[in-house]
């Protein structure tokens, strides 16, 4: 079993490409499916970000917002 769950340090404003993201996120995906052992791979929706003061510079709205679409989106 592959459990990927990816976005939230990709979701800093400095690091942050959607277009990259969701293809590099496909990419990891098929190399695992590809593998001789066929795991299960099961994509993971980071959880929502709480915090009041981010002193990690993820950025909330990217967190909350788009990682919940484009996951699924990922997955299909």
Same mark, same amino acid.
């Given at each position: 079993?592959?459990?990927?769950?990816?976005?939230?340090?990709?979701?800093?404003?400095?690091?942050?490409?959607?277009?990259?993201?969701?293809?590099?996120? %496909?990419?990891?995906?098929?190399?695992?499916?590809?593998?001789? *052992?066929?795991? @299960?791979?099961? &994509?993971? =929706?980071?959880? $929502?970000? %709480?915090?009041?003061e981010n002193k990690f510079k993820?950025?909330? *709205?990217?967190? @909350?917002?788009? &990682?919940? =679409?484009?996951? $699924?989106t990922i997955a299909e």
């Amino acid at each position: 079993m592959v459990v990927l769950m990816f976005g939230s340090n990709d979701s800093k404003v400095y690091q942050w490409q959607e277009d990259l993201f969701q293809k590099d996120y %496909y990419e990891i995906c098929k190399h695992f499916l590809r593998s001789a *052992t066929k795991p @299960n791979v099961y &994509l993971v =929706i980071p959880p $929502p970000l %709480y915090l009041s003061e981010n002193k990690f510079k993820f950025n909330q *709205t990217i967190i @909350n917002e788009r &990682l919940p =679409i484009l996951v $699924p989106t990922i997955a299909e």
